[in-house]
């Protein structure tokens, strides 16, 4: 069939027309909820019986000493990992376990991964801009307006990113933290609603850190983005914590403020003899 003869065709649903996923519906409770949620990985419980609920526009901070279920836990969010049991609610609408990742993804969820992965010999702009098209929901080339609509988006993402300096310059020669703020940019560029950041700070110096804190914290808000951080850092965690959770052995050990956490005896001991120290 001529593609004409494709557009005459008053039964089919051109991917570029179809509805974007139904928006998440935030107006009775939290924008994820994960209940009784558990998987084991050769008889081994990797989440356990796990609960969690974060609101709309919050930003919390997961920690919890190696192995505790963090990444898992992502991957359960992501789709990557289906849990043997439980139930995992994006919204009121939106049943995590019934979609794949790329469902998932399109939803609005972005997760970036502790390694920055951009493309190095594209500049800052381009790399933003390959990421919206990466969104199957825009057509770049469609019109001109759409094309003015991606500019102004790759405009407003690089001044929250802080690189509208660097717009022209090749991805590969930003410093190790200027590339982590470049990749959270692309994540921007399809406006999650809820973004899930993997020990952000790791490798950076004391500056980027400062920098990342207030990236983050600015990015969280209400019909905004909704953030989870997962971060070894506790320096970090202070400077940027509303809510902390603490995971261990794959379920909720401690929740609250950074200093309650801090100072109840289950985390402590659990942190004993670790490497990280809850300070
Ligand atoms: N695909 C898998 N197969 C077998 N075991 C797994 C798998 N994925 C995770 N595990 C185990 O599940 C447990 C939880 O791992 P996970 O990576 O989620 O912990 P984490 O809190 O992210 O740890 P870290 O802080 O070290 O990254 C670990 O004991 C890990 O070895």
Redesign the pocket.
């Known amino acids: 069939m001529s593609f004409l003869q494709s557009l005459a065709d008053r039964d089919r649903v051109f991917d570029f027309l179809a509805p974007a996923a139904s928006p998440v519906d935030v107006r009775h409770g939290p924008i994820l909820y994960l209940e009784d949620v558990s998987v084991s990985?050769?008889g081994?419980k990797?989440i356990d019986a796990l609960n969690l609920t974060i609101d709309d526009g919050e930003l919390r901070c997961i920690i919890?000493?190696?192995?505790?279920?963090?990444?898992?836990?992502m991957?359960i969010i992501t789709g990557k990992?289906r849990p043997d049991t439980g139930s995992a609610w994006f919204g009121s609408r939106h049943d995590l376990l019934t979609m794949n990742e790329p469902e998932i993804a399109s939803l609005g969820i972005g997760r970036k991964f502790q390694k920055p992965t951009v493309f190095e010999a594209l500049t800052v702009f381009e790399n933003l801009e390959l990421a919206m098209a990466a969104d199957k929901r825009i057509l770049p080339t469609l019109t001109a307006r759409l094309t003015g609509e991606v500019c102004e988006r790759i405009e407003e993402v690089l001044a929250t990113i802080g690189l509208i300096e660097l717009r022209h310059a090749p991805a590969g020669i930003l410093s190790h933290g200027q590339k982590q703020w470049l990749e959270i940019g692309m994540l921007l560029m399809q406006r999650p609603r809820l973004l899930l950041v993997d020990e952000p700070v790791a490798g950076m110096t004391e500056q980027e850190m400062e920098r990342t804190a207030e990236l983050l914290t600015g990015l969280a808000g209400k019909g905004k983005q909704s953030v989870v951080v997962?971060e070894?850092d506790m320096g970090f965690v202070r400077s940027i914590a509303r809510t902390v959770t603490v995971?261990h052995q794959?379920s909720v050990l401690a929740e609250g403020s950074m200093d309650r956490v801090a100072s109840d005896p289950k985390v402590v001991e659990v942190y004993l003899g670790t490497e990280e120290e809850v300070a």
């Open positions: 990985f050769d081994f990797a919890g000493p190696n192995g505790a279920g963090k990444t898992t836990m991957d990992t997962v070894h995971l794959g």
